[in-house]
Each structure stands twice: as structure tokens, then as C-alpha cells.
């Protein structure tokens, strides 16, 4: 549980680095300019062996209590998934805590005075999306959070309200954030002259997973490793990597040979970029175990954001989208779309034709052609499910902020970026950082025009 543990309670550790702070993520439009989606904290009940405390409100926020038993919980959620955080006085740990809930409170509040909702389909692809990124099926992904102690209902309650979130910052930060030519000229500038070094290097690896099940006693995890190690020698050998990935891996990726796309190094898991860090373009690492597995790592490309050699991984890409509006709900968009991948696979009808009578964006008149696009272009969503196809493959239904979307990969190549993408790829890094920098702006303010009454202090 600890890569879910990881994932899911992102936001809340970047909390206490800065309790102002936000959660993250959106975008305005389908070109991707912002952080990606985080998932919520895995918990919300008491975890296994922590004693409730008496039970009162610690604090009032525009009128909706925080009770002093959430707050021991996502203490003890803190102490328990990230031991550093021992190290912190118990009084400054509650009350950064404390301070979180109450930020969290005024921003859901104020999503629900703007009419922000979230439907269960999206809630849906969310659960899926964290499941995936831990290399479980739901079902396993599920029996997991219950063993921690949460229900079901609360773990799909948080991740709506991560959504809620996410949509919210869109409308009132990140559709807000523009960068100037001149913001662009001079980020170009520092670049070229080796004032690079704080940005994220671009990475393009594929990954060979052995899935270990939970449950899986020393002698079967000797075995796996062995068979992975094994797998690892014949890449380095020479056998194709590509090959190896589609015979022998247990990822849902392997359908495309394991690559992961061209991204940048911070949307990568801490551990492959860790295990890739001195190896050259080409190399193989491995096996590294983390709690899905053994992975074989092969490093495809490695790139300085912005830098005016670097060659990046382009996906040709086209899709339909259907919008959200009050005829029609996302189920509906979800089960048509799914019916128009249905009638292209058997040949029955025509991805492009589709796309024009029925994408409602731009693309429909160019057969929902989307053009070449360079990493990091498009909202997380969109580019999460967008990497895990082949050239040919078409998705499933994916629901974004802007409707539901059917995909399908053309066509994807090595390139060095045009002078125009350079500058493009520059604004994308140059707004993800304003957006970081408003973020904590918004929510300060967000929790100065709430009202908040502080009544007796927690106690554990």
C-alpha cells in the first residue's frame, strides 16, 4: 500500500511544506498548461489500532463544523504513511493539520456556491486512473483501501472532492494565468545560458513490470525476481526491448512495448527517475522493486526542457469529443462514443467521418485530427489515456473537464521541437510555475473571506 499510500496523499503532504497552499490542478482548454489531477488521501476513518478521542468541534468554518475526531484522523493518516513527520512537534503537526481541513472546507464550500459538480462517471475514471498507476486491478485497488480502514463511499467522496477541487482552480486561477512573449524570450535566454538547472529534464522510458502479489511468500518473490533478472540480462544482451515488454510484462502497457511517453521527469514515480538517473539514452536498469513489482527499465530519450536540440516523442493523435450540457449527461456521452468505437472496430463506420458529424470542437471539420503534439501538451487526462496507445489503437471513453473524449493514436515519432514549439514547450513550464505561485495567492484569500471560528483546541 505505500505507492497508493503515495499517490493518494500527495496533496496532503504538500500541505504541511506549505499550509497555505492549494490543491492542485485543470486546465482551460484542451491544450495542457497546468498541473496534472492529484487523488485524494486514502483515509478518512480511524485506522486500525488508534484509539477515538472525545468527540467536539475544534473549529467552525462559515457555519460547518470540523470535529476534533477528523482531525486526529488525518493526523494519525500523517504520522502513519509518513514517518518524517514524527520529527514535527505533535502541537505544530495538529495544527498544520487543522489549518489544512479548514482550507479544504472554504474551497469546497465556495466549488459548491459556483454550481461546480462531479458526476460518477468521472469518479469512475478516477478510481481507474490510480489503479492503473499502481499496476492493480479496481477490485484489488478497493480490498486494499478497505484493509486501511476506509470505505468505499469515503475513498470515491475524496476523490470527488479532488475533483471538485481541480475544477475549481481551473475557473479561478489557471484560466486566469497568461505569459508574454517577453516572459518567454527571457526564460529562452536563461536557458541557452546554463540557467536551466531548476528545470525538470524531459525522460522517455519503457518499463518490463513482474507483478508480486500482496500475499506472496519468499519463495514465490525470489522467483519472480529471478525470472526478472533474467529478462533484464536478455535486454541487456541485445534482444529487443519493445518485444520483451509485449511477450513477458504484466503491465497494461504492454500492448505499446512499455513506453511511457516523453514527459517531464517530475510526472515520472520518484523511483524510475531515481534508477535512470546517470544511465545513458538506451541503457537498461533493473530489476527495481517497488510494491507492484520488479520493473526493467529502459531509458528511450532524455531531454532538457526547452532546449533547442532536444529531440521528444510526438504522438499524431484525432478524437471526438461530446460536450456535457443539460440534454445530455456524461453516461450518455459515454455509452454513444462507446457505441462509435464499436461501429469503427467493426468496420462499419469511419473515425473520421464520425469525428465530423459529431466532435463538438474545432477538429470536427479536420476529421477530429489533433495534429502532432509534444509532451505535456494536453490535460492529464486526456494525455494519460492518449500514452497507453498503439498507433491504430482507439480508447475508451475518457471524461475530461471539457466532456467525454474517444482517442485514437495515428501515428508517433522521435523530432527535434521547431523553434515555434520551443517557445510553446517554454510557456507551458513558464505557466505551470505562475500557476504554482497564484495557487497560494487564491487560497489565502479563499480562507480570508471565510468566516472561521476557532473553539477548543484538539486533543488526542
Same mark, same amino acid.
Given at each position: 500500500?505505500k505507492?497508493?499510500?503515495?499517490?493518494?496523499?500527495?496533496?496532503?503532504?504538500?500541505?504541511?511544506?506549505?499550509?497555505?497552499g492549494?490543491?492542485?490542478?485543470?486546465?482551460?482548454?484542451?491544450?495542457?498548461?497546468?498541473?496534472?489531477?492529484?487523488?485524494?488521501?486514502?483515509?478518512?476513518?480511524?485506522?486500525?489500532?488508534?484509539?477515538?478521542?472525545?468527540? +467536539?468541534?475544534?473549529?467552525?468554518?462559515?457555519?460547518?463544523?470540523?470535529?476534533? !475526531?477528523?482531525?486526529?484522523?488525518?493526523?494519525?493518516?500523517?504520522?502513519?504513511?509518513?514517518?518524517?513527520?514524527?520529527?514535527?512537534?505533535?502541537?505544530?503537526?495538529?495544527?498544520?493539520?487543522?489549518?489544512?481541513?479548514?482550507?479544504?472546507?472554504?474551497?469546497l464550500?465556495?466549488?459548491?456556491?459556483?454550481?461546480?459538480?462531479?458526476?460518477?462517471?468521472?469518479?469512475?475514471?478516477?478510481?481507474? !486512473?490510480?489503479?492503473?498507476?499502481?499496476?492493480? !486491478?479496481?477490485?484489488?485497488?478497493?480490498?486494499?483501501?478497505?484493509?486501511?480502514?476506509?470505505?468505499?463511499?469515503?475513498?470515491?467522496?475524496?476523490?470527488?472532492?479532488?475533483?471538485?477541487?481541480?475544477?475549481?482552480?481551473?475557473?479561478?486561477?489557471?484560466?486566469?494565468?497568461?505569459?508574454?512573449?517577453?516572459?518567454?524570450?527571457?526564460f529562452?535566454?536563461?536557458?541557452?545560458?546554463?540557467?536551466?538547472?531548476?528545470?525538470?529534464?524531459?525522460?522517455?522510458?519503457?518499463q518490463?513490470?513482474?507483478?508480486?502479489?500482496?500475499?506472496?511468500?519468499?519463495?514465490d518473490?525470489?522467483?519472480?525476481?529471478?525470472?526478472?533478472?533474467?529478462?533484464a540480462?536478455?535486454?541487456?544482451?541485445?534482444?529487443?526491448?519493445?518485444?520483451?515488454?509485449?511477450?513477458?510484462?504484466?503491465?497494461?502497457?504492454?500492448?505499446?512495448?512499455?513506453?511511457?511517453?516523453?514527459?517531464?521527469?517530475?510526472? +515520472?514515480?520518484?523511483?524510475?527517475?531515481?534508477?535512470?538517473?546517470?544511465?545513458? =539514452?538506451?541503457?537498461?536498469?533493473?530489476?527495481?522493486?517497488?510494491?507492484?513489482?520488479?520493473?526493467v527499465l529502459k531509458?528511450?530519450?532524455?531531454?532538457?526542457?526547452?532546449?533547442?536540440?532536444?529531440?521528444?516523442?510526438? !504522438?499524431?493523435?484525432?478524437?471526438?469529443?461530446?460536450?456535457?450540457?443539460?440534454?445530455r449527461?456524461?453516461?450518455?456521452?459515454?455509452?454513444?462514443?462507446?457505441?462509435?468505437?464499436?461501429?469503427?472496430?467493426?468496420?462499419?463506420?469511419?473515425?473520421?467521418?464520425?469525428a465530423?458529424d459529431?466532435?463538438?470542437?474545432?477538429?470536427?471539420?479536420?476529421?477530429?485530427?489533433?495534429?502532432?503534439?509534444?509532451?505535456?501538451?494536453?490535460?492529464?487526462?486526456?494525455?494519460?489515456?492518449?500514452?497507453?496507445?498503439?498507433?491504430?489503437?482507439?480508447?475508451?471513453?475518457?471524461?475530461?473537464r471539457?466532456?467525454v473524449?474517444?482517442?485514437? =493514436?495515428?501515428?508517433?515519432?522521435e523530432?527535434?521541437?521547431?523553434?515555434?514549439?520551443?517557445?510553446?514547450?517554454?510557456?507551458?513550464?513558464?505557466?505551470?510555475?505562475?500557476?504554482?505561485?497564484?495557487?497560494?495567492?487564491?487560497?489565502q484569500?479563499?480562507?480570508?473571506?471565510?468566516?472561521?471560528? +476557532?473553539?477548543?483546541?484538539?486533543?488526542s
Amino acid at each position: 500500500m505505500k505507492h497508493i499510500r503515495s499517490i493518494l496523499t500527495l496533496a496532503c503532504l504538500a500541505t504541511l511544506a506549505a499550509s497555505a497552499g492549494a490543491q492542485g490542478l485543470g486546465i482551460t482548454d484542451i491544450m495542457r498548461n497546468g498541473p496534472r489531477i492529484v487523488p485524494p488521501p486514502t483515509t478518512s476513518g480511524p485506522p486500525p489500532n488508534v484509539q477515538r478521542s472525545a468527540e +467536539y468541534i475544534v473549529a467552525l468554518v462559515n457555519s460547518e463544523p470540523v470535529t476534533n !475526531t477528523e482531525v486526529q484522523i488525518r493526523v494519525a493518516r500523517v504520522l502513519r504513511e509518513n514517518p518524517e513527520a514524527e520529527r514535527m512537534p505533535r502541537a505544530e503537526l495538529v495544527r498544520l493539520v487543522l489549518e489544512r481541513m479548514i482550507n479544504e472546507r472554504a474551497m469546497l464550500q465556495l466549488a459548491k456556491e459556483s454550481g461546480i459538480k462531479i458526476d460518477d462517471v468521472a469518479v469512475d475514471q478516477a478510481e481507474q !486512473t490510480v489503479a492503473r498507476q499502481n499496476q492493480i !486491478t479496481v477490485t484489488e485497488l478497493r480490498r486494499r483501501v478497505a484493509a486501511e480502514g476506509m470505505s468505499q463511499d469515503q475513498f470515491r467522496r475524496e476523490l470527488r472532492e479532488q475533483l471538485i477541487l481541480t475544477r475549481l482552480r481551473n475557473n479561478e486561477v489557471e484560466s486566469k494565468v497568461k505569459i508574454s512573449d517577453v516572459e518567454v524570450d527571457q526564460f529562452i535566454r536563461e536557458q541557452r545560458a546554463g540557467g536551466n538547472a531548476s528545470v525538470a529534464p524531459n525522460l522517455n522510458i519503457a518499463q518490463l513490470l513482474v507483478i508480486v502479489p500482496e500475499n506472496a511468500g519468499d519463495a514465490d518473490v525470489a522467483k519472480l525476481q529471478q525470472r526478472a533478472l533474467g529478462l533484464a540480462q536478455r535486454a541487456r544482451a541485445g534482444e529487443d526491448f519493445g518485444k520483451l515488454v509485449k511477450e513477458n510484462s504484466d503491465a497494461q502497457d504492454r500492448a505499446g512495448g512499455g513506453a511511457m511517453g516523453m514527459r517531464s521527469a517530475d510526472r +515520472y514515480p520518484p523511483l524510475f527517475v531515481e534508477a535512470t538517473q546517470s544511465t545513458p =539514452v538506451g541503457g537498461i536498469v533493473g530489476p527495481v522493486r517497488s510494491p507492484a513489482g520488479f520493473h526493467v527499465l529502459k531509458v528511450l530519450a532524455k531531454s532538457q526542457a526547452g532546449i533547442g536540440d532536444a529531440v521528444v516523442t510526438q !504522438t499524431q493523435v484525432r478524437h471526438i469529443l461530446l460536450r456535457n450540457d443539460s440534454k445530455r449527461t456524461t453516461a450518455q456521452s459515454v455509452a454513444q462514443l462507446n457505441d462509435f468505437k464499436d461501429r469503427i472496430q467493426r468496420g462499419s463506420a469511419d473515425f473520421a467521418s464520425l469525428a465530423r458529424d459529431n466532435s463538438e470542437d474545432g477538429s470536427a471539420k479536420s476529421g477530429g485530427d489533433l495534429g502532432w503534439s509534444r509532451p505535456g501538451q494536453f490535460v492529464p487526462e486526456f494525455e494519460e489515456a492518449m500514452n497507453r496507445l498503439s498507433p491504430g489503437q482507439i480508447s475508451d471513453p475518457v471524461v475530461s473537464r471539457f466532456g467525454v473524449h474517444l482517442i485514437q =493514436v495515428t501515428d508517433r515519432r522521435e523530432t527535434k521541437l521547431t523553434q515555434v514549439e520551443q517557445r510553446e514547450a517554454a510557456r507551458a513550464v513558464l505557466r505551470e510555475k505562475k500557476i504554482e505561485q497564484n495557487t497560494d495567492t487564491w487560497a489565502q484569500e479563499v480562507r480570508a473571506r471565510a468566516y472561521v471560528e +476557532y473553539r477548543e483546541p484538539p486533543q488526542s
